[in-house]
């Protein structure tokens, strides 16, 4: 059993770091909270959705397409709308990403209507039986396709040109900016990013998740709380975070209760808090 609740737990705890990721990257480098991360992920799930049922592409073969979808809508919304609303005051500035996600939630509700999906045809199926734990492979294809886009996403940010530039600007933009960096394009560029990666995370959510225009409100709670528990502003602890609230839920639902499994998840924050109040990589 125990086994088995950590690999559930690992499962739904790496959907939850991607989102969490998206987040930290938003907030570190443009000092705004993203309200918008679980709507994006949201429209990733239903590109899957669209791409199966008319072109009967798998979600693994779609998740590039939306990534790439995904980080084109981000950038033309940044330019439009996030760049614009940086000019005015704070309070404009945390609230520009919650009056989007509103926007982006009914948009879909109106486009396509509330009832719940599936993806009806995917390549891998089936289990795999160890005796003592048994992995369901649409469970496991979306594990690895999520440690596939957190690791990409770590390479490129700590090795690419681009990804150091994004890194100075989160450290400081003035200083960044008469380096030579184009700070305003870095900005564009990691809502973009964060963007794509909530898209690649939805198309990998479609193994196994139901796809409804509010199903993104169910991970950006629980992403905000991951990158508190991380650190705000900090990548890797944003994604150790979300593995561990992961495995906290099952957990607490596999041997005390699953009506009080979240109970599980805010105990673990508030202990981390408790010990490290900026969070596990905080500073």
Same mark, same amino acid.
């Given at each position: 059993?125990?086994?088995?609740?950590?690999?559930?737990?690992? &499962?739904?705890?790496? &959907?939850?770091?991607?989102?969490? +990721?998206?987040?930290?990257?938003?907030?570190?480098? +443009?000092? &705004?909270? %993203?309200?918008?991360?679980?709507?994006?992920?949201?429209?990733?799930?239903?590109?899957?959705?669209?791409?199966?049922?008319?072109?009967?592409?798998?979600?693994?073969?779609?998740?590039? &397409?939306?990534?790439?979808?995904?980080?084109?809508?981000?950038?033309? @919304?940044?330019? $439009?709308?996030?760049? #614009?609303?940086?000019?005015?005051?704070?309070?404009?500035?945390?609230?520009?990403?919650?009056?989007?996600?509103?926007?982006?939630?009914?948009?879909?509700?109106?486009?396509?209507?509330?009832?719940?999906?599936? *993806?009806?045809?995917?390549?891998?199926?089936?289990?795999?039986?160890?005796?003592?734990?048994?992995?369901?492979?649409?469970?496991?294809?979306?594990?690895i396709l999520s440690l596939i886009v957190a690791g990409s996403m770590f390479l490129f940010l700590t090795y690419t040109r681009?990804? #150091?530039? *994004?890194?100075?600007?989160? +450290?400081?933009?003035?200083?960044?900016?008469?380096?030579?960096?184009?700070?305003?394009?870095?900005?564009?560029?990691?809502?973009?990013?964060?963007?794509a990666v909530a898209g690649a995370a939805g198309c990998a959510l479609t193994y196994y998740y139901y796809i409804y225009p509010s199903v993104g409100a169910?991970?950006?709670?629980?992403?905000? @709380?991951? *990158?508190?528990?991380?650190?705000?502003? %900090?990548?890797?602890?944003?994604?150790?975070?979300?593995?561990?609230?992961?495995?906290?839920?099952?957990?607490?639902?596999?041997?005390?209760?699953?009506?009080?499994?979240? @109970?599980?998840?805010?105990?673990?924050?508030?202990?981390?808090? $408790?010990? #490290?109040?900026?969070?596990?990589?905080?500073?």
């Amino acid at each position: 059993m125990l086994a088995q609740g950590l690999f559930e737990g690992l &499962i739904n705890g790496s &959907i939850l770091a991607l989102i969490a +990721m998206g987040i930290a990257l938003v907030w570190g480098v +443009m000092n &705004i909270l %993203s309200f918008s991360q679980g709507e994006f992920l949201m429209l990733g799930m239903f590109v899957s959705y669209y791409m199966n049922k008319t072109l009967g592409l798998d979600p693994i073969i779609a998740m590039p &397409i939306s990534a790439l979808i995904l980080f084109i809508l981000g950038w033309f @919304i940044y330019k $439009t709308i996030i760049a #614009k609303a940086l000019k005015g005051p704070q309070l404009s500035q945390r609230l520009i990403t919650f009056a989007l996600s509103m926007v982006l939630t009914n948009t879909v509700l109106m486009l396509f209507g509330a009832e719940f999906k599936t *993806v009806s045809q995917v390549a891998i199926t089936g289990s795999i039986d160890l005796g003592w734990l048994i992995i369901p492979k649409q469970k496991l294809v979306p594990l690895i396709l999520s440690l596939i886009v957190a690791g990409s996403m770590f390479l490129f940010l700590t090795y690419t040109r681009t990804g #150091k530039a *994004v890194q100075a600007t989160s +450290m400081d933009r003035q200083a960044a900016g008469l380096v030579g960096i184009d700070t305003d394009r870095t900005y564009a560029f990691a809502f973009a990013l964060a963007s794509a990666v909530a898209g690649a995370a939805g198309c990998a959510l479609t193994y196994y998740y139901y796809i409804y225009p509010s199903v993104g409100a169910n991970f950006q709670l629980w992403g905000f @709380i991951a *990158v508190a528990m991380g650190g705000f502003g %900090s990548i890797t602890g944003a994604f150790l975070s979300g593995l561990i609230m992961g495995v906290a839920d099952t957990l607490t639902g596999l041997y005390v209760n699953t009506a009080i499994k979240y @109970i599980g998840v805010c105990v673990a924050f508030l202990i981390t808090v $408790t010990f #490290k109040p900026k969070g596990i990589f905080g500073r």
